[in-house]
T-cell receptor, first 112, second 113 residues
Framework: DAKTTQPPSMDCAEGRAANLPCNHS???????VYWYRQIHSQGPQYIIH?????ETNEMASLIITEDRKSSTLILPHATLRDTAVYYC?????????????WGLGTSLAVNP | DSGVTQTPKHLITATGQRVTLRCSPR?????VYWYQQSLDQGLQFLIQ???????AKGNILERFSAQQFPDLHSELNLSSLELGDSALYFC????????????FGPGTRLTVL
């Protein structure tokens, strides 16, 4: 699986959009980008994933660059409950939960 | 609430002891995964079971073992505990072996004194 690089920490004001970047310059053509988050020592929670196209669900939007070397997770209106560690993981879509490489992620602090 | 339950929530024990962590997967999920998260470290995959059979092993120590029972709940046994085993232990379940279908439990915080 491709290595990903994320900033260790970010701040965001409540109500504003939080844009969390992720670099995955060695991603292969059939690897997806997955995002999880972990709220203070709770179990990680799946957020969204994508291959090439931008994706949106009820939690967030995922923007993937055309060359697929980087992506951005967008929380459109961050709330205090979005304070968490966000993990960006590049992996193949099937049969690989055990191979996920969990780095240290980005610690997002949403401030009032 | 992910639907995955883990007990106990907290466990404090002494070096050399043995403990058992328990996990009940989401209804319908056949795969169970165990992970260890030490302080300021990423999740480390330990072991996976599928429908009662061991499917894959990760960085699991020989002092650790696991099993999945016919009702699909799983137990992780940690023996001869050392200080370095202090960590959060997460169980996850999945209907397909795919990251978007993986749901994590709330974890068990193990403290070895």
């Amino acid at each position: 699986d491709a290595k990903t690089t994320q900033p260790p920490s970010m701040d965001c004001a409540e109500g504003r959009a939080a844009n969390l970047p992720c670099n995955h310059s060695t991603i292969s053509g059939n690897e997806y980008v997955y995002w999880y988050r972990q709220i203070h020592s709770q179990g990680p929670q799946y957020i969204i994933h994508g291959l090439k196209n931008n994706e949106t669900n009820e939690m967030a939007s995922l923007i993937i660059t055309e060359d697929r070397k980087s992506s951005t997770l967008i929380l459109p209106h961050a709330t205090l409950r979005d304070t968490a560690v966000y993990y960006c993981i590049a992996t193949h879509n099937a049969g690989n939960n055990r191979k996920l490489i969990w780095g240290l992620g980005t610690s997002l602090a949403v401030n009032p | 609430d992910s639907g995955v339950t883990q007990t106990p929530k907290h466990l404090i024990t002494a070096t050399g002891q043995r403990v058992t962590l328990r996990c009940s997967p989401r209804s319908g999920d056949l795969s169970v995964y165990w992970y260890q998260q030490s302080l300021d470290q990423g999740l480390q995959f330990l072991i996976q079971y599928y429908n009662g059979e061991e499917r894959a092993k990760g960085n699991i120590l020989e002092r650790f073992s696991a099993q999945q029972f016919p009702d699909l709940h799983s137990e992780l046994n940690l023996s001869s505990l050392e200080l370095g085993d202090s960590a959060l232990y997460f169980c996850a379940s999945s209907i397909f072996d795919r990251p978007d279908t993986q749901y994590f439990g709330p974890g068990t915080r193990l403290t070895v004194l």
